[in-house]
């Protein structure tokens, strides 16, 4: 699990992302925590450096830890990137499920999904791009597939309670990452300027013309 950190050293240095630096009075890493740090840690360096910048090193020295510790549990750069990406696909899901609490109906359910998928680019762009538009994780890792399968899965049921079928869950699906990925990237110039109650009434508008029997009212 790699060499033992001297005293004097902090194990997390995940500042970045507000996490506590508990130093080696306490006891070290279990298996489980090791394994968080590193991927919290490779979450900060993707959306530093980008895949193209990312490396087991970096990430290693991110979190305070041997270089040898992610290749521990990774094997190599692609092992850590799609263990990353498995982890995204639970907190896209998560995010959704989020947004979903409080729905009056399966239609507002849906929308809130919508709603959901962008919450989530916005947050955490680099892990959207990783999982939607990245070819470095190995898709066909079975954690990898239970993952987005559970994703994919939600959207179909979310379609299916409105009684669609796979045109409308193209439709959904389509519309909610377009959105999302031209936020992301500061493209949709239509919403810039409003408050977030006026972007979120025409995302909704939007997302109700794609849903089954919708009229875009």
Aim: glycine fraction near 10%.
């Amino acid at each position: 699990m790699g060499r033992k950190v001297a005293p004097s050293r902090k194990i997390f240095t995940l500042e970045r992302l507000g996490a506590k630096c508990p130093d080696m009075t306490e006891k070290p890493y279990h298996h489980g925590d090791l394994r968080a740090a590193l991927l919290a840690a490779a979450e900060a360096e993707l959306t530093e450096k980008g895949v193209e910048g990312f490396s087991l090193r970096s990430v290693a020295k991110r979190a305070g830890v041997s270089h040898a510790a992610p290749a521990h549990h990774f094997g190599d750069t692609n092992g850590l990137l799609t263990a990353l990406a498995t982890e995204g696909f639970t907190k896209f899901q998560d995010t959704l499920d989020a947004r979903e609490v409080g729905a009056i109906d399966d239609r507002d359910r849906a929308v809130r999904a919508g709603l959901g998928y962008l919450e989530f680019a916005l947050a955490r762009p680099a892990l959207f791009r990783l999982i939607f538009s990245s070819s470095r994780p190995d898709f066909a890792a079975p954690d990898l597939v239970a993952a987005a399968n559970r994703a994919y899965q939600h959207l179909v049921g979310l379609v299916a309670s409105l009684g669609g079928g796979e045109t409308d869950i193209i439709a959904l699906w389509a519309t909610s990452h377009g959105i999302a990925d031209l936020s992301a990237d500061r493209r949709m110039q239509v919403l810039q300027g409003k408050t977030q109650k006026e972007r979120e009434a025409m995302i909704r508008a939007v997302l109700q013309r794609c849903l089954p029997g919708g009229t875009g009212s």
